[in-house]
């Protein structure tokens, strides 16, 4: 499994932990390079610091939980009927498209994705948010992560 594929499946659990902590429900751009993710949420206010320390410790929490990630296939409209517009982000699916991939983390994360992701929470390894950079003008938050292969040695999570 790529480091990319563990990278892609930390930025579900990471929304799952910012939707939890800070209510922003809407993402705007991910990104992931290697071991780096960035993802950016729509929010009107900069979060403290407590904040997000807190949604990394949940990210993390979620991670060692080892939770099961499920890739569901189904039609669009039976994944908006059971899921509703959590499905969605703010870059839409082209509406041509019939059957969606939604990837599941029960009672955390649900989102129409056609990328791979890993079997469970667990083998991501874990994360560390690196920058956090608040956009007041545009309503954004851009939260920039590593992924670690297991827990470092003497590190706390």
């Given at each position: 499994?790529?480091?990319?594929?563990?990278?892609?499946?930390?930025l579900h659990v990471l929304k799952?932990?910012?939707?939890?902590?800070?209510?922003?429900?809407?993402?705007?751009?991910?990104?992931?390079e290697d071991s780096h993710g960035r993802l950016t949420v729509k929010i009107d206010r900069r979060p403290t610091d407590d904040e997000i320390a807190l949604v990394e410790e949940e990210t993390n929490r979620k991670i060692r939980e080892d939770a099961p990630v499920e890739e569901l296939e189904m039609d669009k409209a039976e994944a908006e009927e059971r899921f509703g517009d959590a499905i969605?982000?703010?870059?839409?699916?082209?509406s041509s498209v019939k059957k969606l991939k939604i990837l599941y983390i029960k009672d955390w994360n649900v989102?129409?994705?056609?990328?791979?992701?890993?079997r469970s929470t667990g083998e991501i390894g874990g994360i560390r948010l690196i920058?956090?950079?608040?956009?007041?003008?545009?309503g954004l938050l851009e939260i920039s992560f590593d992924v670690y292969p297991h827990k470092p040695s003497g590190i706390e999570l």
């Amino acid at each position: 499994m790529s480091i990319e594929v563990k990278t892609h499946t930390a930025l579900h659990v990471l929304k799952g932990a910012v939707q939890r902590v800070l209510g922003a429900k809407w993402t705007a751009g991910v990104h992931v390079e290697d071991s780096h993710g960035r993802l950016t949420v729509k929010i009107d206010r900069r979060p403290t610091d407590d904040e997000i320390a807190l949604v990394e410790e949940e990210t993390n929490r979620k991670i060692r939980e080892d939770a099961p990630v499920e890739e569901l296939e189904m039609d669009k409209a039976e994944a908006e009927e059971r899921f509703g517009d959590a499905i969605y982000d703010l870059f839409p699916v082209p509406s041509s498209v019939k059957k969606l991939k939604i990837l599941y983390i029960k009672d955390w994360n649900v989102n129409a994705c056609k990328e791979r992701h890993t079997r469970s929470t667990g083998e991501i390894g874990g994360i560390r948010l690196i920058k956090v950079r608040f956009r007041p003008s545009k309503g954004l938050l851009e939260i920039s992560f590593d992924v670690y292969p297991h827990k470092p040695s003497g590190i706390e999570l």
